[in-house]
């Protein structure tokens, strides 16, 4: 009933898929097992859910490690773009196990699934798809189709062996191939039909099968065994095989060093391409041509010049890592243009001047342009793209047998790490809202952190009015992305780890990171505050903003200890007095923000001139005055206030 009754050989490899529903309800997980283990193929299990197709059983290489009891409990719904994920699974299958000749996808799903797997898959001889509505096979949904005599009698003796030995060495060879069909497409494009293909000269399945060792023939460029067959594969890019690297695949061969010393040699030129542009366009608009052309060109290789350690670190980095990655080529041309603009990102250790010929060559270049200086930097844009790519094809390819092994270590370590769990999700999720969104961090920062647990009132800040929005935005900002960084890492620290080992971990580092901002953000607060402190004693007290006054003078003055403060004598009115009610009757002294001393004119008398400052450097000898109504004036000194 689930097509286990057909024969099986070995490299074939059973792949079930499950997706919430009715047709899941014909899966007979224990029939099947005892099949493949009977047949010696291989078994694996997936679940839908949505656009993911998630693995529940990864295929084993042998059928002891099948597990015996499985459940689809967690299968969800079929949504648009399952296929890919789907083939996604195939092509991990085959670099755990290298020996799958075949696969047959078992789809116990919908209409959506089954129609996607049968755009993706068809054309595809190595790959059938069989459609079961629970535990009927629907052949015409299936791009399975049976054979027209489905039973025939067996054939007996030297015949019928030397028959099923044709049969398995047809399969064998005609299974060099590997899903899904758009990805072989692909890299046919890339690697030439000749190479590791089964030619027509090749030798006779039966006579192989007949001795114990057979001798490779020379007249033929492959052998028919299950290794090889999974080596010689076309799928360029696809892990397939375990077995040792050939001595072309060897650490020598890989090595190159040619290659790799040219590489490194473009990537150091990227760097240095990168700077002129930076540079160019953010200081060449203040010079003139042909007046400045010398000054031009010696501070722009100058600049270049000053990047050339850099350029050589990274130009060796590009060539002892080997790695073909464009990203990382582009991150070193995107640091020139960094330093180009900023040039204080380069450290000053490691600004090594280029050799005499280097830095010829740099003032050369750059003294070429002249007058079309502002438009070159285009130029050496196109040049250090036309680089990045040329690094790139020049390092050599990873050998296959790595990627296998590399593929092989992605899904041990995938497996080890575990999944996360809602909590994981939600916090994650949480903490990259908020760093986008800037909002909760500022809150928790301001009305959580602010003069409570993380931040502290400076010793100079006597009066928090005058902290300023901008000034103190970014310390509330990094104090509250610490405070949720400790928070979600000790929300996914504190769950059992079993089965979530990554998140675990990930836990533990979001707790130091969080550690690590909560002390750069109180260095900003502090940096704040400083300055807060500084504005309290060098600038006015806003009185204007909360009382009347008729005027005020002010005058930068030093106190016994040495530092200066702006003090300032303010006109005002008493409340309730019975003058005009724009006139003022009172004087307030100031000493920068902090209020210091308070006189009220007599009796009807209110301020018709000034105040004004009238001499005095320090607090001790320092003179104020204002004209009283009935024609005094009357002198003010600070007197040490």
């Not at 044709?166 to 299974?175: F, P």
């Not at 076309?234 to 060093?257: H, N, Y």
């Not at 931040?455 to 935005?473: C, I, K, L, M, P």
């Not at 001499?615 to 206030?641: E, H, M």
């Amino acid at each position: 009933m689930n097509g286990d009754a057909q024969a099986s050989t070995r490299g074939r490899h059973v792949f079930i898929v499950v997706e919430s529903g009715q047709a899941s309800k014909g899966l007979d997980w224990t029939a099947i097992r005892q099949n493949i283990a009977a047949t010696g193929g291989y078994l694996s299990l997936a679940l839908i859910d949505g656009s993911r197709s998630n693995w529940i059983v990864r295929p084993v290489p042998t059928a002891d490690q099948i597990p015996a009891q499985v459940s689809t409990v967690g299968a969800g719904t079929a949504s648009p773009g399952v296929a890919a994920a789907i083939i996604d699974q195939l092509m991990e299958a085959q670099g755990l196990v290298p020996a799958i000749q075949t696969t047959e996808v078992r789809l116990y799903g919908a209409a959506l699934a089954e129609t996607e797997l049968n755009d993706a898959l068809s054309g595809e001889k190595t790959v059938q798809l069989r459609v079961f509505d629970k535990s009927a096979l629907r052949t015409a949904r299936s791009t399975y189709k049976p054979p027209a005599a489905a039973a025939q009698k067996p054939a007996t003796g030297r015949a019928g062996r030397a028959s099923s030995t044709q049969t398995a060495g047809k399969s064998a060879a005609a299974s060099t191939s590997l899903p899904p069909a758009y990805y072989l497409r692909q890299q046919a494009r890339k690697a030439p039909p000749s190479v590791g293909q089964a030619t027509p000269q090749a030798p006779n399945p039966v006579r192989q099968a007949a001795r114990p060792s057979p001798v490779p023939p020379t007249t033929a460029p492959i052998v028919t065994t299950p290794a090889t067959v999974a080596a010689s594969t076309p799928t360029a890019g696809i892990p397939q095989s375990t077995t040792a690297p050939s001595s072309r695949e060897g650490f020598v061969a890989r090595f190159k060093p040619m290659r790799r010393l040219f590489a490194g040699i473009l990537a150091a030129m990227t760097v240095l391409l990168g700077v002129f542009p930076g540079y160019v366009w953010t200081n060449i608009w203040g010079y003139s041509y042909p007046r400045d052309a010398a000054l031009i060109a010696d501070v722009v290789s100058y600049a270049q010049s000053r990047a050339f350690g850099v350029a050589l670190l990274f130009g060796a980095l590009i060539a002892l890592v080997g790695t073909r990655a464009r990203w990382l080529t582009m991150l070193g041309f995107g640091y020139g243009l960094l330093s180009g603009v900023m040039p204080g990102v380069i450290p000053d250790f490691l600004v090594w001047p280029a050799p005499p010929i280097i830095a010829g060559v740099l003032m050369n270049t750059a003294s070429f342009w002249g007058m079309w200086m502002a438009y070159a930097p285009v130029l050496y844009i196109g040049l250090g793209v036309a680089v990045i790519s040329t690094v790139a094809k020049v390092l050599p390819e990873t050998p296959q047998s790595v990627v296998a092994a590399r593929a092989r270590n992605r899904v041990s370590t995938r497996d080890w790490l575990g999944k996360r769990s809602l909590v994981d999700k939600f916090a994650i999720s949480l903490l990259l809202w908020s760093a986008f969104t800037a909002v909760v961090p500022w809150l928790v920062g301001r009305f959580v952190l602010q003069d409570n647990i993380l931040f502290s009132a400076g010793s100079g800040v006597f009066d928090t009015d005058a902290r300023e929005f901008w000034a103190y935005a970014l310390p509330l900002y990094v104090g509250g992305m610490a405070a949720l960084f400790v928070l979600a890492g000790l929300a996914m620290v504190l769950q059992p780890w079993s089965g979530r080992k990554g998140a675990g971990i990930a836990g533990l580092f979001l707790v130091a990171a969080g550690l690590v901002a909560g002390h750069f953000g109180t260095t900003l607060w502090t940096s704040a505050e400083e300055g807060t402190a500084a504005r309290l004693m060098s600038t006015a007290f806003p009185f204007d903003d909360q009382f009347l006054t008729c005027g005020h003078a002010e005058a930068v003055l030093t106190d016994d200890s040495g530092e200066s403060w702006l003090y300032q004598v303010w006109t005002a009115r008493i409340k309730g007095s019975d003058v005009g009610s724009r006139d003022c009757n009172r004087i307030q002294v100031y000493k920068g923000w902090q209020h210091m001393d308070t006189k009220d004119l007599p009796e009807g008398q209110v301020v018709t001139d000034g105040p004004d400052f009238v001499s005095g450097t320090t607090v001790a000898d320092a003179v104020f005055q204002y004209v009283q109504s009935d024609g005094q004036t009357i002198q003010l000194p600070v007197n040490g206030q």
